[in-house]
Nanobody
Framework: VQLQASGGGLVQAGDSLTLSCAVSGSTVSRYRMGWFRQYPGKERDLIATITPGHLTNYAADLEGRFTISRDASTNTVYLQMNNLKPGDTAVYYC?????????WGQGTKVTVSS
């Protein structure tokens, strides 16, 4: 399984942005998929997960502003981010939880200017 994240960039505070994570080598609906973010010098923090049964879970402080979804037709997981703030500036990663291990995609950097 390979994951390819994309969609990061430079936006202004209050803007919206959607990140994509394309899955190859398997189907997106087979795994619990997640989005994480990492600040410089910090560990990766969970943003949201979505299970094969479409159950979602969010970090408490991000629920309502961020939305995770997946599209089986494109084999992609998305992260819709609204009302972005400078504190959302980070590198964002997608991940797939297989039976053996967590597989990570490469990060995509999001920068929110004030």
């Amino acid at each position: 399984v390979q994951l390819q994240a994309s969609g990061g960039g430079l936006v202004q505070a209050g803007d919206s942005l959607t990140l994509s994570c394309a899955v190859s080598g398997s189907t997106v609906s087979r795994y619990r998929m997640g989005w994480f973010r990492q600040y410089p010098g910090k560990e990766r923090d969970l943003i949201a997960t979505i299970t094969p049964g479409h159950l979602t879970n969010y970090a408490a402080d991000l629920e309502g502003r961020f939305t995770i979804s997946r599209d089986a037709s494109t084999n992609t997981v998305y992260l819709q981010m609204n009302n972005l703030k400078p504190g959302d500036t980070a590198v964002y990663y997608c991940a797939a939880d297989t039976q053996c291990r967590r597989i990570w995609g490469q990060g995509t950097k999001v920068t929110v200017s004030s």
